[in-house]
């Protein structure tokens, strides 16, 4: 099956720092990489969906000089957190879909955030 | 505007039997996708079931069943021979069918199975 992967899997920085967030497809061209974000005991939110080559589209909400999103080629987009402070603290998802398929996304492990 | 709603925040289930998560959905689209998803502790997103609003059957993998009554817009997840390994968070997700691919999930179901 298709293989996403993300890195780090956690992550600790302190407040007023940014950190970067990798997301790759391993084994499958991906036309459009998503971003969501996920805080304890709640559900899914997108944050941002890109297409390789394109600015990114952010969500409603979010902003987009915080969270900056590179999807630099088919196979690897970036997540970075600028300026992070306590409340980015989160599990951020990011899912790919196949150039190939029409519907189906595939998750990333995920990458866990602490902002101290 | 889509939105996908789960009632059930949590949901308790003997090992070995049959358990149905529920799912509806609203959508003015008359093309979309519904889909399951099961979260462990670890976080990872593992795809379950794949139900197409233009699909005649109901969805079927393994253990995994999608009871889809579209009149009712709804989508349930029925899981059958529980096992203890099914204890997980569980997410029903709808892609929009504007042609962004995007998805929007449900508030979950934390589902554990008893021995």
């Known amino acids: 099956g298709a293989v996403v992967s993300q890195h780090p899997s956690w992550v600790i920085c302190k407040s007023g720092t940014s950190v970067k967030i990798e997301c790759r497809s391993l084994d499958f061209q991906a036309t459009t990489m998503f971003w969501y974000r996920q805080f304890p005991k709640q559900s899914l939110m997108l944050m941002a969906t890109?297409?390789?080559?394109?600015?990114?589209?952010?969500e409603q909400g979010v902003e987009k000089d915080k969270f900056l999103i590179n999807h630099a080629s088919l196979t690897l987009s970036t997540l970075t957190v600028t300026s992070a402070h306590p409340e980015d603290s989160s599990f951020y998802i990011c899912?790919?879909?196949?150039?190939?398929?029409?519907?189906?996304?595939?998750f990333g492990p995920g990458t866990r955030l602490t902002v101290t | 505007a889509q939105k996908i709603t789960q009632t059930q925040p949590g949901m308790f289930v003997q090992e070995k039997e049959a358990v149905t998560l529920d799912c509806t959905y609203d959508?003015?689209?008359?093309?979309?996708?519904l889909f399951w998803y099961k979260q462990p502790s670890s976080g990872e997103m593992i795809f379950l079931i794949y139900?197409?609003?233009?699909?005649?059957q109901n969805a079927t993998e393994g253990r995994y069943s999608l009871n889809f009554q579209k009149a009712r817009k709804s989508a349930n997840l029925v899981i059958s021979a529980s096992q203890l390994g099914d204890s997980a968070m569980y997410f029903c997700?709808?892609?929009?069918?504007?042609?962004?691919?995007?998805?929007?999930f449900g508030t979950g179901t934390r589902l554990k199975v008893l021995a």
């Open positions: 959508t003015s689209d008359p093309s979309y996708g």
């Open positions: 899912s790919a879909r196949p150039r190939r398929q029409s519907y189906e996304q595939y």
């Open positions: 890109s297409n390789e080559g394109s600015k990114a589209t952010y």
């Open positions: 139900q197409g609003s233009y699909d005649q």
């Open positions: 997700a709808m892609r929009e069918g504007s042609g962004t691919y995007k998805y929007i």
